[in-house]
């Protein structure tokens, strides 16, 4: 196999990989800024310098010319490379500015020349505490500057589109975010223009970055130049907690993550995964944020006189809940499970129905032909499809719904936005009683006689299988009435929770939901009911199905977490999209 | 030199009047040297060689050998392949194409059919700097009628050989000169100079085999052929032969561009062929082949000839033989300061040294000249050179740093004199 030797060290590799990502590969570094695994290498930063050579071979037989140590004899080439664009050859010698001077202070050269005309404004920069020029300036950069004639100026707050901000002093022309709207999106909306040290993106005169996938471009800017028009100013990177999720706004299970700050979700970012999205993520998935922490459902509510829904008491709840099911028969109940609720939350509905003696199980599929782009938008508008009707979830028509609807007394809605989304007018909940257990205060809810908050997918770890039929799962990133950060393990610290006080203590008591998770509601229900229903964790949960449906057989968390997601067997991507 | 230069008679801008016109062009022995070519005893390879032999270097500033890079084009494969015509020609002090565009443009055209044809190619583009607007419009013309004559276009001469002949003009930017990045701008991209390898000849226009040549470069290829390649090595200096457009501006009596053999005495240049210094001003210095040169001391120029070896001893390059002479009454500060302020404005921005240090160094030159400036920013300067020369995509950060890192070394007295006492050390 052929061979690199890198600082000394000798590696093995296979094809032709390019220098840089061999180094980066096998956990070394090499500072870079333009370089990015999904795209062309312009090598137009110059950071990345190493100094390379290769074994010296005799013309005719081909063997390594050894010198009077018996050591190979390299030639060096006489200019430093570029490690992004190398090709590693067979014997190739490299010295990366751990081992050679010249490497090392060539790196500084440029980093120096990089700052000169930087605006330096890492206090009010939003990139500040995740820049790579602030940590590789802290790295590898000169120590002071000599630079003392004026900085060039340039276009400040431009707005490129409707979502991304540009201030063109400190970009550094890296052309990422060009490179990626030319072999990413597609749109080609983003040109460098000007000359020189002149020079800054920006889109054709009079049009837009309106790009679908425009915010990556702020995630892969190395520096503060692109910024998201909705983010800018509202959070420090250094005081938000971040948690791995999945996106839940389509059905391509986008990984991504979660940033919290006193139990508000600020943003979403994507989360590398070569399986699903690598580095991308939709901007409008991005948008599902507000939607963890704004017109939440806190503490049940129940309709008094006529529409009037009042808050009541989470005993109450349960104990109209009760009422309700056992003044009419099993066969009289529906109930509705959501491809936009987890596998977990779907299964603990199911498992208690069909204990207490429901046989049908629906669902009504939320598919909108034409949205996908065979890309990360999928015609599938829920993120659980797959997972629903893996557990026995039945798809039900609309005109199916609405007359099955008709005869039923009392109907059970996990959280579907029906008739947010037109499937069911609020005229059709008017005759039964509908109990909907909701994350979210929408017209559904409003429609509905009996509220359940429950836990949304930033408040609790379950599962959901994508359009490929991939399970990937959450884990909670915010704090509910009744969870604490210090005590679930599961969920993400950050500085403040690790190095905080008491009397710092930062958490917002007043960005606490009063919810529950749909199972541990069930477990109340059961009770109640006197059900021999138990579910423990979501985990657990997971382990249970894992055993008794055959789709999910060796699922488990600890799976999905060390595989990244697992792709099951026996879901086919047409399965979905019919 | 024993070489009675004014015996020397012009074939690459002969003096013949209307030579641009075709008809007269073709009563003076004009698209001869193609019908050769194209006739059965020659094929390609044979071309080349004899091309390689003469041992034309390049005219557009590095000097190599032509027909050796013709002969790095890769087999033919059935696609396309092309010949780029670099005409361009935006370095300050350079401006000899234009007069072949204007006087013998059709000695160029059959320069580049004949390359064309030894490599190969489908198609040629010459690009013409968008300045050169009649002469982009002669060019156009002069293509014209060579294709009505059957010298362009499909089945040239009944040889079989098709070939199409494009012209692009440029829209002001000195970057598109540098031949990949002119490449780009004729796929109609911004001008940004591509990363080698892979090289033009690997993947060039459109991703396809291409070959970049200067106007100059290609318009000795039909003397070539007629004349053998013996006739050129003859001619001139005998690492570096051929007759020569030496362009010669500055403080001289008769600036111009003039046809000669290489390697003429830099003085006899002056003096004789250039008339003199004006004004019988003293000769201070001389840039030898375009602003990027390292400029050399009017009062070392003795036995110095206009040819790489003889150039490359007294500390200099041949370029693009585009000579600036400077009398004694010249700032070399601001002279200088105006050479770092056109490649600032040049740079195309593309990579990192060249974008922030050109326009460092044309910052800190201001600040000399405006009396500003401390000693310690001469060291500084230098620095900044070893910051930028070989460390980017494409040469023109060398060709900024060359005029700043010679000028200072070579005129340091008048630098330090405009410079303050530095109040504190370097950082
Ligand atoms: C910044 C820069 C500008 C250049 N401009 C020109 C030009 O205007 N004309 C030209 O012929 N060559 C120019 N060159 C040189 C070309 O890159 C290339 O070497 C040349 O066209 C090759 O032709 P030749 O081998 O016939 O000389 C330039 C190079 C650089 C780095
Ligand atoms: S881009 Fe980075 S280095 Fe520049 S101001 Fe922002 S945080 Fe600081
Ligand atoms: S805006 Fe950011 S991504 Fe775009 S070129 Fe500038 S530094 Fe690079
Ligand atoms: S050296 Fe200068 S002109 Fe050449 S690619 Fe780099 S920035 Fe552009
Ligand atoms: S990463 Fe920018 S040049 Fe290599």
Same mark, same amino acid.
């Not at chain 1, 002093?169 to 983003?190: K, P, Y």
């Not at chain 1, 049009?207 to 190395?222: A, G, H, R």
């Not at chain 1, 055959?550 to 099951?568: K, Y």
């Not at chain 2, 007294?314 to 056109?342: K, N, P, Q």
């Given at each position: 196999?052929?061979?690199?030797?890198?600082?000394?060290?000798?590696?093995?590799?296979?094809?032709?990989?390019?220098?840089?990502? #061999?180094?980066?590969?096998?956990?070394?570094?090499?500072?870079?800024?333009?370089?990015?695994?999904?795209?062309?290498?312009?090598?137009?930063?110059?950071?990345?310098?190493?100094?390379?050579?290769?074994?010296?071979?005799?013309?005719?037989?081909?063997?390594?010319?050894? +010198?009077?140590? /018996?050591?190979?004899?390299?030639?060096?080439?006489?200019?430093?490379?570029?490690?992004?664009?190398?090709?590693?050859?067979?014997?190739?010698?490299?010295?990366?500015?751990?081992?050679?001077?010249?490497?090392?202070?060539?790196?500084?050269?440029?980093?120096?020349?990089?700052?000169?005309?930087?605006?330096?404004?890492?206090?009010?920069?939003?990139?500040?505490?995740?820049?790579?020029?602030?940590?590789?300036?802290?790295?590898?950069?000169? =120590?002071?500057?000599?630079?003392?004639?004026?900085?060039?100026?340039?276009?400040?707050?431009?707005? %490129?589109?409707?979502?991304?901000?540009?201030?063109?002093?400190?970009?550094?022309?890296?052309?990422?975010?060009?490179?990626?709207?030319?072999?990413?999106?597609?749109?080609?909306?983003?040109?460098?223009?000007?000359?020189?040290?002149?020079?800054?993106?920006?889109?054709?005169?009079?049009?837009?970055?309106?790009?679908?996938?425009?915010?990556?471009?702020?995630?892969?800017?190395?520096?503060?130049?692109?910024?998201?028009?909705?983010?800018?100013?509202?959070?420090?990177?250094?005081?938000?907690?971040?948690?791995?999720?999945?996106?839940?706004? /389509?059905?391509?299970?986008?990984?991504?993550?979660?940033?919290?700050?006193?139990?508000?979700?600020?943003?979403?970012?994507?989360?590398?995964?070569?399986?699903?999205?690598?580095?991308?993520?939709?901007?409008?998935?991005?948008?599902?944020?507000?939607?963890?922490?704004?017109?939440?459902?806190?503490?049940?509510?129940?309709?008094?006189?006529?529409?009037?829904?009042?808050?009541?008491?989470?005993?109450?709840?349960?104990?109209?809940?009760?009422?309700?099911?056992?003044?009419?028969?099993?066969?009289?109940?529906?109930?509705?499970?959501?491809?936009?609720?987890?596998?977990?939350?779907?299964?603990?509905?199911?498992?208690?129905?069909?204990?207490?003696?429901?046989?049908?199980?629906?669902?009504?599929?939320?598919?909108?032909?034409? #949205?996908? &782009?065979?890309?990360?938008?999928?015609?599938?508008?829920?993120?659980?499809?797959?997972?629903?009707?893996?557990?026995?979830? $039945?798809?039900?028509?609309?005109?199916?719904?609405?007359?099955?609807?008709?005869?039923?007394?009392?109907?059970?809605?996990? $959280?579907?936005?029906?008739?947010?989304?037109?499937?069911?007018?609020?005229?059709?909940?008017?005759?039964?009683?509908?109990?909907?257990?909701?994350?979210?205060?929408? *017209?559904?809810?409003?429609?509905?006689?009996?509220?359940?908050?429950?836990?949304?997918?930033?408040?609790?770890?379950?599962?959901?299988?994508?359009?490929?039929?991939?399970?990937?799962?959450?884990?909670?990133?915010?704090?509910?009435?009744?969870?604490?950060?210090?005590?679930?393990?599961?969920?993400?610290?950050?500085?403040?929770?690790?190095?905080?006080?008491?009397?710092?203590?930062?958490?917002?008591?007043?960005?606490?939901?009063?919810?529950?998770?749909?199972?541990?509601?069930?477990?109340?229900?059961?009770?109640?009911?006197?059900?021999?229903?138990?579910?423990?964790?979501?985990?657990?949960?997971?382990?249970?199905?894992?055993?008794?449906?055959?789709?999910?057989?060796?699922?488990?968390?600890?799976?999905?977490?060390?595989?990244?997601?697992?792709?099951?067997?026996?879901?086919?991507? =047409?399965?979905?999209?019919? | 030199?024993?070489?009675?230069?004014?015996?020397?008679?012009?074939?690459?801008?002969?003096?013949?009047?209307?030579?641009?016109?075709?008809?007269?062009?073709?009563?003076?022995?004009?698209?001869?040297?193609?019908?050769?070519?194209?006739?059965?005893?020659?094929?390609?390879?044979?071309?080349?060689?004899?091309?390689?032999?003469?041992?034309?270097?390049?005219?557009?500033?590095?000097?190599?050998?032509?027909?050796?890079?013709?002969?790095?084009?890769?087999?033919? +494969?059935?696609?396309?392949?092309?010949?780029?015509?670099?005409?361009? =020609?935006?370095?300050?002090?350079?401006?000899?194409?234009?007069?072949?565009?204007?006087?013998?443009?059709?000695? #160029?055209? *059959?320069?580049?059919?004949?390359?064309?044809?030894?490599?190969?190619?489908?198609?040629?583009?010459?690009?013409?700097?968008?300045?050169?607007?009649?002469?982009?419009?002669?060019?156009?013309?002069?293509?014209?009628?060579?294709? +009505?004559?059957?010298?362009? /276009?499909?089945?040239?001469?009944?040889?079989? #050989?098709?070939?199409?002949?494009?012209?692009?003009?440029?829209?002001?930017?000195?970057?598109?000169?540098?031949?990949?990045?002119?490449?780009?701008?004729?796929?109609?991209?911004?001008?940004?100079?591509?990363?080698?390898?892979?090289?033009?000849?690997?993947?060039?226009?459109?991703?396809?085999?291409?070959?970049?040549?200067?106007?100059?470069?290609?318009?000795?290829?039909?003397?070539?052929?007629?004349?053998?390649?013996?006739?050129?090595?003859?001619?001139?200096? *005998?690492?570096?032969?051929?007759?020569?457009?030496?362009?010669?501006?500055?403080?001289?009596?008769?600036?111009?561009?003039?046809? %000669?053999?290489?390697?003429?005495?830099?003085?006899?240049?002056?003096?004789?062929?250039?008339?003199?210094?004006?004004?019988?001003?003293?000769?201070?210095?001389?840039?030898?082949?375009?602003?990027? !040169?390292?400029?050399?001391?009017?009062?070392?120029?003795?036995?110095? $000839?206009?040819?790489?070896?003889?150039?490359?001893?007294?500390?200099?390059?041949?370029?693009?033989?585009?000579?600036?002479?400077?009398?004694?009454?010249?700032?070399?500060? =601001?002279?200088?300061?105006?050479?770092?302020?056109?490649?600032?404005?040049?740079?195309?921005?593309?990579? !990192?040294?060249?974008?922030?240090?050109?326009?460092?160094?044309?910052?800190?030159?201001?600040?000399?000249?405006? /009396?500003?400036?401390?000693?310690?920013?001469?060291?500084?300067?230098?620095?900044?050179?070893?910051?930028?020369?070989?460390?980017?995509?494409?040469?023109?950060?060398?060709?900024?740093?060359?005029?700043?890192?010679?000028?200072?070394?070579?005129?340091? &007295?008048?630098?330090?004199?405009?410079?303050?006492?530095?109040?504190?050390?370097?950082?």
């Amino acid at each position: 196999m052929p061979e690199i030797f890198i600082d000394g060290e000798r590696y093995e590799f296979e094809g032709k990989p390019k220098l840089l990502q #061999f180094i980066l590969d096998n956990g070394k570094e090499v500072p870079f800024f333009c370089y990015h695994p999904e795209m062309s290498a312009p090598a137009n930063c110059r950071q990345c310098y190493v100094k390379v050579g290769t074994p010296v071979q005799n013309r005719e037989t081909g063997e390594y010319e050894l +010198d009077e140590n /018996g050591e190979r004899v390299i030639r060096w080439f006489p200019k430093m490379q570029t490690s992004c664009s190398m090709e590693m050859t067979d014997g190739m010698v490299v010295h990366t500015q751990e081992t050679s001077e010249e490497v090392a202070r060539a790196q500084k050269d440029t980093m120096e020349l990089i700052l000169i005309n930087h605006p330096l404004d890492c206090p009010i920069c939003d990139q500040a505490g995740e820049c790579p020029l602030q940590i590789q300036t802290y790295k590898y950069g000169p =120590e002071g500057s000599r630079f003392e004639v004026k900085k060039v100026h340039k276009p400040k707050r431009v707005e %490129l589109g409707p979502r991304v901000t540009l201030d063109a002093e400190r970009c550094i022309n890296c052309t990422r975010c060009v490179r990626f709207t030319e072999e990413i999106s597609g749109t080609h909306q983003l040109t460098i223009s000007s000359r020189g040290d002149k020079n800054y993106p920006i889109t054709a005169p009079g049009m837009e970055f309106d790009d679908p996938y425009s915010l990556n471009t702020v995630d892969i800017c190395p520096v503060g130049a692109l910024t998201s028009t909705d983010f800018r100013f509202k959070a420090r990177v250094w005081e938000m907690n971040q948690t791995p999720s999945i996106d839940i706004t /389509g059905g391509k299970g986008t990984n991504v993550d979660l940033w919290t700050r006193d139990n508000l979700v600020l943003r979403l970012t994507p989360r590398y995964n070569k399986n699903v999205n690598t580095h991308w993520m939709p901007d409008e998935a991005r948008q599902a944020y507000r939607k963890f922490n704004e017109n939440r459902i806190s503490r049940p509510s129940i309709k008094a006189d006529g529409d009037n829904q009042i808050k009541t008491s989470w005993n109450n709840a349960i104990e109209t809940f009760a009422e309700k099911l056992e003044s009419v028969k099993p066969a009289d109940v529906m109930v509705l499970g959501s491809a936009h609720a987890s596998v977990e939350e779907n299964y603990s509905l199911m498992k208690l129905f069909s204990t207490w003696g429901v046989n049908d199980f629906h669902f009504s599929p939320d598919v909108k032909d034409g #949205f996908g &782009d065979n890309f990360l938008l999928t015609d599938d508008q829920a993120p659980n499809t797959n997972g629903v009707k893996a557990l026995g979830f $039945n798809e039900i028509s609309t005109d199916d719904l609405k007359t099955a609807i008709k005869s039923a007394k009392v109907i059970v809605l996990l $959280n579907d936005e029906l008739v947010d989304r037109g499937v069911l007018g609020s005229e059709d909940l008017e005759k039964p009683f509908v109990i909907s257990l909701a994350t979210n205060e929408t *017209e559904t809810s409003k429609s509905t006689d009996l509220v359940i908050p429950i836990t949304c997918i930033a408040e609790h770890a379950a599962s959901y299988v994508n359009v490929e039929g991939r399970i990937q799962r959450s884990l909670p990133a915010k704090e509910t009435k009744y969870t604490h950060r210090k005590m679930d393990l599961e969920m993400s610290e950050g500085r403040l929770d690790r190095y905080g006080t008491n009397f710092d203590n930062w958490v917002n008591e007043d960005n606490k939901i009063d919810c529950t998770p749909t199972w541990e509601l069930m477990n109340n229900l059961a009770k109640r009911l006197g059900l021999s229903v138990q579910f423990g964790s979501s985990r657990e949960i997971m382990d249970e199905i894992a055993s008794s449906v055959s789709t999910f057989e060796g699922v488990s968390f600890e799976r999905m977490d060390d595989e990244n997601g697992i792709q099951l067997t026996g879901i086919t991507k =047409e399965e979905v999209s019919a | 030199m024993s070489f009675d230069w004014k015996s020397y008679t012009p074939v690459i801008i002969p003096d013949i009047p209307n030579l641009h016109e075709i008809d007269v062009y073709t009563n003076n022995g004009g698209y001869e040297s193609l019908k050769k070519v194209l006739s059965n005893d020659w094929d390609p390879e044979k071309v080349i060689n004899e091309v390689k032999a003469a041992n034309i270097r390049g005219r557009g500033g590095a000097g190599f050998n032509a027909g050796l890079k013709w002969s790095f084009m890769p087999k033919p +494969d059935g696609g396309p392949r092309y010949l780029a015509c670099n005409g361009d =020609e935006s370095e300050p002090g350079t401006f000899k194409d234009r007069k072949i565009f204007e006087y013998n443009p059709h000695l #160029f055209i *059959e320069g580049a059919l004949i390359a064309a044809y030894a490599m190969q190619c489908s198609a040629i583009y010459v690009y013409i700097r968008g300045e050169y607007y009649s002469w982009i419009k002669m060019m156009e013309k002069a293509l014209k009628d060579a294709y +009505d004559k059957g010298f362009i /276009g499909k089945n040239i001469l009944g040889s079989g #050989f098709d070939v199409e002949f494009h012209v692009t003009g440029g829209a002001g930017a000195y970057i598109c000169g540098e031949e990949t990045s002119m490449l780009e701008s004729l796929e109609g991209k911004r001008g940004y100079p591509r990363v080698k390898p892979p090289f033009p000849a690997q993947k060039g226009l459109w991703g396809r085999p291409t070959t970049i040549n200067n106007i100059e470069t290609l318009s000795c290829v039909p003397l070539v052929i007629k004349n053998g390649a013996d006739w050129f090595t003859g001619i001139g200096a *005998e690492t570096h032969p051929g007759p020569v457009l030496y362009g010669i501006s500055g403080h001289v009596n008769r600036p111009g561009v003039y046809e %000669l053999p290489t390697g003429m005495p830099i003085l006899t240049l002056i003096e004789e062929v250039a008339g003199g210094m004006r004004n019988g001003k003293k000769l201070k210095g001389i840039i030898p082949g375009g602003s990027s !040169t390292p400029i050399l001391r009017g009062d070392a120029l003795e036995g110095v $000839n206009m040819d790489a070896d003889s150039l490359r001893e007294a500390g200099s390059m041949m370029g693009t033989a585009g000579m600036i002479v400077m009398d004694e009454d010249t700032d070399m500060v =601001e002279m200088l300061w105006r050479i770092s302020h056109f490649y600032h404005h040049e740079s195309c921005g593309q990579c !990192t040294p060249c974008r922030e240090g050109t326009g460092w160094l044309e910052k800190i030159l201001l600040k000399i000249r405006n /009396g500003d400036g401390e000693i310690r920013d001469l060291e500084l300067l230098i620095d900044l050179c070893s910051q930028m020369e070989g460390r980017t995509i494409c040469a023109l950060a060398d060709a900024a740093a060359w005029p700043v890192r010679y000028t200072i070394d070579r005129f340091r &007295d008048e630098f330090e004199a405009r410079c303050k006492k530095s109040t504190y050390a370097l950082a």
